[in-house]
């Protein structure tokens, strides 16, 4: 199904006005015709034949004309459908007089998700009944799904969400060849979200290739965000093409392990920092012992033998990686 462009000039406000005359018209001559037949002794075939003509007129016809007044603002569209058939789509803000016999289509205007389109910015009366439009909107809509609990590459449940900023390019794939597009997007944004977190994990892991060409690389969920989007965009793309509908944007706006294993990873995290902690401290305290050594050696302040040199480096070493402040002792003795 191809899109079809209506290019008709925006001639509603002078048919509206055409329409009022008419009625106008049709009233007076309702009336004349009625004050016609009563003088009448008898109801002449000409005032019955203009009475019926003038009420058909005034009461159908007319009513009729008026359903072909359609105003659309900006960046709104209308399908437009004749006896079943599609007969085009109305772009353009402006009012407009279409054939009154055709009828408006948008199989998603009574589905509300969680997007720009959908939410209200003030509350409604809960008396209050608003009808659903049959307009399509044409304007940059953010569709922010659920989150939801995925198994990342190497198996620990995660939880994610993801905003879509999306927007409507063809509104006859929109209409036509979905049921509902609003549905349609939401389910295909959960199903490609799920096959690329899939291959990810949540954090940086040995062995693990997330590119597929074969060899192990450094991708993550929460280090690689970005590409992660880009790569969740382009699944999206690809699977609502046939809706018309083109995928702007998308980010992640919630990551973190699930609840279950959180906890865990935690641990995890803080034993691997403090780890590598201990590791910066034990590098930088050799590397002090070595320099003590270097310049006493130089210095020729004290000659020690290889027994006092491994006393003094361990003792440096306790002092230099110990979590507390060191406590000497004080020799006031000879050296030996």
Same mark, same amino acid.
């Given at each position: 199904?191809?899109?079809?462009?209506?290019?008709?000039?925006?001639?509603?406000?002078?048919?509206?006005?055409?329409?009022?005359?008419?009625?106008?018209?049709?009233?007076?001559?309702?009336?004349?015709?009625?004050?016609? $037949?009563?003088?009448?002794?008898?109801? @002449? %075939?000409?005032? /019955?034949?203009?009475?019926?003509?003038?009420?058909?007129?005034? =009461? *159908?016809?007319?009513?009729?004309?008026?359903?072909?007044?359609?105003?659309?603002?900006?960046?709104?569209?209308?399908?437009?459908?004749?006896?079943?058939?599609?007969?085009?789509?109305?772009?353009?803000?402006?009012?407009?007089?279409?054939?009154?016999?055709?009828?408006?289509?948008?199989?998603?205007?009574?589905?509300?998700?969680?997007?720009?389109?959908?939410?209200?910015?003030?509350?409604?009366?809960?008396?209050?009944?608003?009808?659903?439009?049959?307009?399509?909107?044409?304007?940059?809509?953010?569709?922010?799904?659920?989150?939801?609990?995925?198994?990342?590459?190497?198996?620990?449940?995660?939880?994610?969400?993801?905003? $879509?900023?999306?927007?409507?390019?063809? @509104? %006859?794939?929109? /209409?036509?060849?979905?049921?509902?597009?609003?549905?349609?997007? =939401? *389910?295909?944004?959960?199903?490609?979200?799920?096959?690329?977190?899939?291959?990810?994990?949540?954090?940086?892991?040995?062995?693990?290739?997330?590119?597929?060409?074969?060899?192990?690389?450094?991708?993550?969920?929460?280090?690689?965000?970005?590409?992660?989007?880009?790569?969740?965009?382009?699944?999206?793309?690809?699977?609502?093409?046939?809706?018309?509908?083109?995928?702007?944007?998308?980010?992640?706006?919630y990551l973190a392990y699930a609840p279950e294993i959180a906890a865990a990873m935690l641990q995890r995290q803080q034993a691997s920092a403090i780890i590598d902690a201990r590791k910066m401290i034990v590098d930088g305290a050799v590397g002090m012992v070595e320099l003590a050594l270097e310049r006493l050696n130089e210095?020729?302040? /004290?000659?020690?033998?290889?027994?006092?040199?491994?006393?003094?480096?361990?003792?440096?070493?306790?002092?230099?990686?110990?979590?507390?402040?060191?406590?000497?002792?004080?020799?006031?003795?000879?050296?030996?």
């Open positions: 199904m191809q899109e079809k462009i209506l290019n008709i000039k925006k001639n509603g406000m002078g048919m509206l006005f055409l329409l009022i005359l008419l009625e106008v018209a049709s009233i007076a001559g309702i009336a004349l015709c009625g004050v016609g $037949v009563s003088k009448q002794d008898g109801l @002449t %075939a000409l005032y /019955v034949i203009g009475l019926v003509i003038t009420i058909i007129l005034a =009461s *159908l016809v007319i009513p009729i004309a008026f359903a072909g007044l359609k105003v659309l603002k900006p960046q709104e569209a209308l399908v437009l459908t004749l006896f079943g058939k599609y007969h085009g789509t109305l772009k353009g803000d402006g009012f407009y007089y279409v054939n009154p016999f055709c009828v408006s289509i948008n199989p998603a205007s009574y589905t509300k998700l969680n997007q720009s389109g959908d939410v209200k910015a003030a509350a409604v009366s809960p008396s209050s009944v608003e009808l659903p439009s049959k307009k399509l909107s044409l304007k940059i809509m953010t569709l922010n799904n659920t989150r939801q609990k995925i198994n990342d590459c190497l198996g620990n449940p995660i939880e994610i969400g993801i905003a $879509v900023t999306w927007k409507i390019v063809d @509104t %006859a794939k929109a /209409v036509f060849n979905v049921e509902n597009y609003k549905e349609f997007l =939401s *389910l295909q944004c959960d199903a490609a979200l799920r096959n690329i977190v899939r291959i990810y994990p949540y954090d940086v892991a040995q062995n693990v290739d997330t590119t597929g060409d074969g060899q192990a690389d450094e991708g993550s969920l929460r280090g690689s965000s970005e590409i992660v989007a880009e790569r969740i965009k382009k699944e999206i793309q690809a699977r609502v093409e046939l809706a018309g509908i083109e995928i702007v944007e998308s980010r992640i706006t210095n020729h302040v /004290v000659d020690l033998d290889e027994e006092r040199k491994a006393a003094m480096v361990s003792n440096l070493l306790v002092v230099l990686c110990g979590n507390h402040d060191a406590q000497p002792v004080v020799n006031s003795g000879s050296l030996y």
